[in-house]
C-alpha cells in the first residue's frame, strides 16, 4: 500500500505539472509579442509593446541573464496567438534579420563594438548573429509552427557575447511565412546589466532617436533604422502586387 500510495502521488503531481505547463503554454503573457493576420498578412502587437517615432514600428524589451540561461541570455520575450486570434493550422513562421546591432552606452545609441554579437538561436537550435557589420542569417531562421488549433506560442532565445558591455542591445527582424505576407519590421532592445530606470532612458532615447546624433557612428546606427523603413514598404508593395506570394 505504502509503494501504490507514492506511486499515486507522484502520478498526481506529474498531472499536476503537465497541467501548470499547458496553463501557463494557453495563458497570454504580457510581455510577449501578440500574433494576428489581417487580409493576408502578419500583424504584432502585445500588451507592452512600444513604437519608435521615426518608422512606426513596433518595440519589445526583455533582460538578459534568467535562471534557465543563464547571465548572458533570455528566451523572452515570446511570441504567441493571443485572445482569440488563430492563424492558419500547421503553418511554419519564420524571421528575417535586418539591420545592425546597436548598443546604448548609458548616453546615446551607436553601433555596437566590433567583437561583440547577440546571437538568436532559434527552433532548430540554428543561430543568427547581429554585430556592427551587419546580421549573419542562421541555416533555418524557423520561430516555430502553428497548432491543428491554429495557435503559436514559441520561444527564441537571444544571447549576447560573455563578457558584453553594460548597456542595451537593439536588433531588427519581421516575421515571414510561406502562407502570409511578411510582418513589418519590429525592434527587441535587450538590457544586459542596466538597472530599471536606466533602461527606461535607454529606450526612450530609441524611441525619439534623432536623425543627426552624436557620435558619427550613431549616424550610420540610425540611418539602418531609417532605411528599414523604406525596404519594409517597398516590399510590402511589391508582395501585394505579386498575387503569386498569397498564401
Known amino acids: 500500500m505504502m509503494k501504490t500510495g507514492n506511486l499515486l502521488r507522484g502520478l498526481g503531481a506529474g498531472l499536476l505539472a503537465a497541467s501548470a505547463a499547458a496553463s501557463a503554454w494557453a495563458a497570454d503573457h504580457p510581455g510577449d509579442v501578440a500574433v494576428f493576420a489581417r487580409e493576408g498578412q502578419l500583424k504584432l502587437g502585445g500588451q507592452r509593446v512600444e513604437v519608435q517615432a521615426s518608422t512606426g514600428f513596433n518595440i519589445y524589451r526583455a533582460d538578459l541573464g534568467d535562471l534557465f540561461h543563464g547571465p548572458w541570455a533570455t528566451s523572452n520575450p515570446g511570441f504567441q496567438t493571443q485572445g482569440s486570434e488563430r492563424l492558419k493550422p500547421g503553418v511554419e513562421i519564420g524571421f528575417e534579420g535586418l539591420g545592425a546591432l546597436g548598443f546604448w552606452d548609458g548616453a546615446s545609441w551607436s553601433l555596437a563594438a566590433a567583437g561583440t554579437q547577440l546571437a538568436v538561436s532559434d527552433y532548430l537550435e540554428a543561430e543568427s548573429l547581429w554585430s556592427s557589420a551587419g546580421v549573419s542569417p542562421g541555416a533555418s531562421q524557423l520561430l516555430g509552427e502553428t497548432s491543428a488549433s491554429g495557435k503559436l506560442h514559441e520561444h527564441l532565445v537571444f544571447s549576447i557575447t560573455e563578457g558584453a ?83
Open 165 to 247: 558591455a553594460v548597456g542595451a542591445y537593439q536588433i531588427a527582424m519581421r516575421l515571414n511565412s510561406a502562407d502570409y505576407l511578411g510582418s513589418d519590421p519590429f525592434y527587441m532592445i535587450l538590457n544586459r546589466g542596466l538597472d530599471e530606470a536606466a533602461f527606461l532612458r535607454a529606450r526612450e532615447a530609441f524611441i525619439q532617436a534623432s536623425p543627426v546624433p552624436e557620435p558619427a557612428s550613431a549616424g550610420v546606427w540610425f540611418l539602418g533604422v531609417l532605411l528599414l523603413w523604406g525596404v519594409s514598404r517597398r516590399h510590402s508593395a511589391g508582395r501585394r502586387a505579386d498575387p503569386s506570394t498569397r498564401g
